[in-house]
């Protein structure tokens, strides 16, 4: 039987209560337990940006808790996004898209949104899952984003059927004229929804499908009724900016009582640890987490050094025309697997939280200088680092002799990075950046982009020279330093002056 869209009248209403009457009673007590309230925060998208990157985005729809957190593109070809990503690249996985002869009408009775029915549960390969009373229960609705406004998404049907079958699942703008359909739908659905999930009269509906290439297969079908969200006091979220900025960071500020306070970031920080950090020709797939040190401390370096409203003066030398961008699996474009949009630095905040990724970044080639700090088969180098000096207006000096960069440290507005290198330093059994912070009479402060406990330092600190006195914060004796072989040290400070660099591999 084909379904064609239509309003729902309160006489429907009181036949799907009739239908409970069929269903075993836990059934009808588990599905009451099912709560609706409001969104924690507001769902913004920025799309003049979204379109520049997925010139066919027309909405944004997201699901917490699960993978649904995409795009919603536009093709009249049914078949174009089932295999190509948001910007059109060649995709397995595909899209989440609408297809229709014209260019949809968002504000329509009903809208049709279709992706893949993914084995890895992303797109809409999650829609199985509603089979599952618990499942639905942690997740009744979704949120579709608009450019003319945004609707939370209250699932009250599902429905499973074969591919080959297109039309029985279809509904149209006249079936929501229809008394009959809302409770032809709730008879065949696996999911017995709370009362005050069903549309009513007036309402719109958005329904979900998955779509498989060659039209064989199981399709899952889930309704759901379209409610316009009000603009709220709520935190705002940017769609896209969503996975990364809810991960958990340990980055942050860490004062030492009677010595300072600085910004500490690690290259292993959980929310960037295992991002590919390539340049565009490599072919591996190095984690940041194994080798950013040579970032993470210029990172570090700079967020110590210069006001965190100037931070957003990088995106002026981006050789990228969009500027500095990461996704949740890679530090650039480079590798990114085209399963989220991009996060774009813009914001002094933005710089300042994700700074070490904008400095890999740089690092790989995004640059107006023509400089690299990362290379196919070996670690990382400061080659990169007196442009990022110009850039920001710092001196920048290159010492070997680690007294005369011990002296130039103790003003305040100056730090140095060290390569320490060598079988007897206690940080590195090769090489590795390190970021000295101050210096006094009898302490240097050293800030290690590698997090590591106290106990991790016992293994290469053989002679216990280092103390521990936070995550990324240690201090050794003036004169037990000299073990940590730092050579070249780079010298920072916010006194403008010029000297050239040379180049050190650390990885």
């Known amino acids: 039987m084909k379904m064609r869209k239509y309003m729902v009248s309160q006489r429907c209403v009181a036949l799907f209560l009739i239908l409970l009457l069929i269903f075993p009673a836990v059934v009808v007590a588990e599905a009451q337990e099912t709560t609706i309230s409001s969104p924690a925060f507001q769902y913004t998208v920025d799309f003049p940006y979204l379109q520049s990157v997925a010139p066919d985005a027309v909405a944004w729809l997201y699901q917490p808790n699960t993978t649904i957190n995409q795009p919603v593109l536009y093709s009249a070809d049914r078949r174009y996004y089932l295999r190509r990503s948001f910007d059109g690249d060649n995709s397995r996985n595909g899209s989440i898209f609408i297809t229709e002869e014209t260019f949809p009408d968002l504000s329509a009775p009903v809208l049709t949104l279709r992706g893949n029915n993914c084995m890895d549960d992303s797109f809409f390969g999650s829609l199985s899952n509603y089979r599952e009373v618990e499942y639905y229960q942690q997740n009744p609705t979704l949120f579709l984003v608009t450019p003319e406004g945004t609707y939370q998404l209250d699932i009250f049907a599902g429905y499973r059927g074969r591919h080959s079958d297109k039309d029985s699942w279809v509904v149209t703008a006249d079936d929501l004229l229809l008394p009959e359909t809302l409770p032809a739908i709730l008879e065949k659905s696996f999911i017995t929804p709370d009362p005050s999930m069903l549309p009513e009269e007036g309402d719109a509906w958005v329904i979900l499908t998955t779509e498989e290439y060659n039209d064989s297969g199981t399709r899952y079908v889930i309704y759901t009724r379209k409610r316009p969200l009000p603009v709220s006091d709520?935190?705002?979220?940017?769609?896209?900016?969503?996975?990364?900025?809810?991960?958990?960071?340990?980055?942050?500020?860490?004062?030492?009582?009677?010595?300072?306070?600085?910004?500490?970031?690690?290259?292993?920080?959980?929310?960037?640890?295992?991002?590919?950090?390539?340049?565009?020709?490599?072919?591996?797939?190095?984690?940041?987490?194994?080798?950013?040190?040579?970032?993470?401390?210029?990172?570090?370096?700079?967020?110590?050094?210069?006001?965190?409203?100037?931070?957003?003066?990088?995106?002026?030398?981006?050789?990228?025309?969009?500027?500095?961008?990461?996704?949740?699996?890679?530090?650039?474009?480079?590798?990114?697997?085209?399963?989220?949009?991009?996060?774009?630095?813009?914001?002094?905040?933005?710089?300042?939280?994700?700074?070490?990724?904008?400095?890999?970044?740089?690092?790989?080639?995004?640059?107006?200088?023509?400089?690299?700090?990362?290379?196919?088969?070996?670690?990382?180098?400061?080659s990169y680092l007196q442009s990022l000096c110009e850039i920001f207006g710092l001196s920048f000096t290159q010492v070997r002799d680690e007294s005369v960069a011990y002296e130039m440290v103790q003003d305040e507005h100056t730090v140095a990075i060290g390569c320490a290198s060598g079988s007897g330093s206690p940080f590195t059994r090769s090489s590795h950046f390190l970021v000295i912070v101050h210096v006094d009479d009898e302490y240097v402060y050293v800030l290690d982009p590698l997090r590591r406990d106290q106990k991790d330092y016992a293994e290469l600190d053989f002679r216990e020279v280092l103390e521990f006195l936070a995550p990324g914060v240690l201090r050794i004796k003036i004169e037990d330093a000299l073990i940590c072989q730092f050579s070249p040290l780079y010298v920072l400070s916010a006194n403008k002056a010029e000297a050239p660099a040379t180049e050190t591999v650390a990885e």
């Not at 300072?260 to 960037?272: C, K």
């Not at 590919?276 to 591996?284: G, H, N």
């Not at 990461?326 to 474009?333: E, G, P, Q």
């Open 234 to 382: 709520a935190p705002v979220v940017v769609m896209n900016q969503l996975e990364m900025d809810s991960r958990q960071t340990q980055n942050g500020y860490v004062t030492i009582e009677n010595v300072g306070t600085w910004m500490v970031y690690a290259q292993n920080d959980p929310s960037w640890n295992r991002l590919t950090f390539e340049v565009e020709t490599s072919s591996r797939k190095r984690p940041f987490g194994d080798g950013g040190c040579g970032p993470t401390s210029v990172a570090i370096a700079l967020a110590n050094l210069v006001d965190k409203e100037d931070l957003v003066k990088l995106n002026a030398y981006a050789s990228m025309p969009l500027g500095y961008r990461f996704c949740a699996c890679s530090i650039n474009d480079f590798f990114c697997k085209k399963q989220h949009v991009p996060y774009r630095l813009t914001t002094a905040d933005q710089f300042l939280r994700y700074l070490p990724l904008a400095i890999g970044n740089y690092a790989t080639g995004n640059n107006t200088f023509g400089v690299q700090g990362r290379y196919d088969s070996y670690g990382t180098s400061m």
